[in-house]
């Protein structure tokens, strides 16, 4: 089965068109191609279905076989990928995905891509909606979280998936591959979470650094630059106004939270390359 290989800002994904040909276990192949060893090598697997709601459908597969609701960075590699090998001729279009219908947009700059910029709709910030144990019908802003005997301040925010957005002193000494795994399963969260440890450098500035449920530490994590971003505002750590840039260990992406809600990615999508599986069940 044919596959090309994309990659945001360091974030990894091999891409698959069952447009026509579908994956029998996409689990299964998920966990094979997304070994670093033994596989092709990502961050998850996209597959690109067709959609009664909107013009395609994305799933996303983790490293360790569980879906993801979504993918910023996902998407935008979703989105090139249509509009470069020519699956559409328009610039703006639907996508059906686990978080709801988003619409990416191609960027070109004398004719050229340069990005591709993604409504991400509007953030979800009640406990049940993220969701975030004992929270109820309010906000989960600036809340204590107790993890390896450790306590935290943590915000929480869903885009469809959800997040743990820790503030923290220093992004780069944080020790993330100790405590992610911990973040990620604490009985605070039932559907687990990812999390977001975040230094704010000024007031349309941050650097992150991710731990994504079910994949580990990644280079990037367009959701959880957005959900930063939110998080930020909502503690006034950052100004709404214009765009945040958030730096990440793979690259940086530019975030808006809009007036009408909506909140707005725009960053890159790069092919790394094009191959084929000689035995993946199709």
Known sequence: MKFTKWQGCGNDFVLFNCLQEDIED???VARKVCDRHYGVGADGILVVLPSEQADFRMRIFNTDGSEAE???????CFARYLYDFGLTQEKRFTVETGAGILVPEIVLADGQVKGVK?????PHLLGEEIPVTGFDGQQVVDQSITVAGKDYRFTGVSMG???CVVFVEDAEGFPIFEVGHKFESHALFPRKTNTEFV??????HVRM??????AAVTLACGTGSCATVVAGILNDKLDRAGETEVELDGGKLLIHWAENNHVFMTGPAELV???????CEA
């Open 26 to 28: 996409y689990a299964a």
């Open 70 to 76: 979504m993918c910023g960075n996902g998407i935008r």
């Open 118 to 122: 993604v409504d991400m709709g509007e």
């Open 161 to 163: 998936n959800p997040h």
């Open 199 to 204: 230094e704010v450098r000024d007031r349309h």
């Open 209 to 214: 650094r991710v731990w994504e449920r079910g």
């Open 273 to 279: 390359f094009s191959g084929e599986l000689a035995d």
